[in-house]
């Protein structure tokens, strides 16, 4: 499995645009970059999931370089609602996906 | 609402008690798992079934014991459990077994006297 590497925790301001970036130099050609968000004391859910370029749905985008080493998510005008650990995940059809630290992202007025 | 529906939300039991929670998802899939969330902690990835059989069990101790009996219920019974394994305990699924989206449950917070 890929392994990911991502920040450990953000800081924002409501209105702001957000963009988290994950790290996976070990990406294979078969693997998918999926986000997932979560709140405390729930499950995660799933954001967006993406193979390569971009890809855009009512909550986020998700960029990805050509070389898909690595991705970036964005959060369009956050708010205190988004407040959340966010979870970068690689892998392909085959595996279940692996779970790390997330990104503590924490939005403030 | 995800699709996954996990009871008890709440689990409190003594080490020597024997508990099972239970999952159900009404989403057609193949692939259900069971991750375990302690404080502060990454989820750990405990068990994977596709197709009701067990394809993955990831150094579990025995005293988590799974059970899927169709492709829509699992279960994790639980014995002799110790005060660590305290933790939300996160039922999921998906289509088939890996990279699609996973659905997860609300979870069954367990707490361990």
């Known amino acids: 499995l890929a392994k990911t590497t991502q920040p450990i925790s953000m800081d924002s301001y409501e209105g702001q645009e957000v963009n988290i970036t994950c790290s996976h130099n070990?990406?294979?050609?078969?693997?998918?970059i999926t986000w997932y968000q979560q709140f405390p004391s729930q499950g995660p859910r799933f954001i967006i999931q993406?193979?390569?370029t971009k890809v855009t749905n009512e909550v986020a985008s998700l960029f990805i370089p050509a070389d898909r080493k690595s991705s970036t998510l964005s959060l369009p005008r956050v708010s205190l609602s988004d407040t959340a650990v966010y979870y970068c995940?690689?892998?392909?059809?085959?595996?279940?996906?692996?779970f790390g630290k997330g990104t503590t992202l924490s939005v403030s007025s | 609402e995800t699709g996954v529906t996990q009871t008890p939300r709440h689990l409190v039991m003594g080490m020597t008690n024997k508990k099972s929670l239970k999952c159900e998802q009404h989403?057609?899939?193949?692939?259900m798992y069971w991750y375990k969330q302690s404080a502060k902690k990454p989820l750990e990835l405990m068990f994977v079934?596709?197709?009701?059989?067990?394809?993955e069990n990831n150094s579990v101790p025995s005293r988590f014991s799974p059970e899927c009996p169709n492709s829509s219920h699992l279960f994790l019974h639980l014995h002799t459990l110790q005060p660590e394994d305290s933790a939300l305990y996160l039922c999921?699924?998906?289509?088939?077994?890996?990279?699609?989206?996973?659905?997860f449950g609300e979870g069954s917070w367990l707490t361990v006297v």
């Open positions: 993406g193979y390569k």
């Open positions: 079934y596709s197709l009701e059989e067990r394809v």
């Open positions: 989403l057609g899939h193949n692939a």
């Open positions: 999921a699924s998906s289509q088939d077994r890996g990279g699609n989206t996973i659905y």
């Open positions: 070990n990406i294979a050609t078969n693997d998918y």
């Open positions: 995940l690689v892998g392909d059809m085959g595996t279940a996906l692996i």
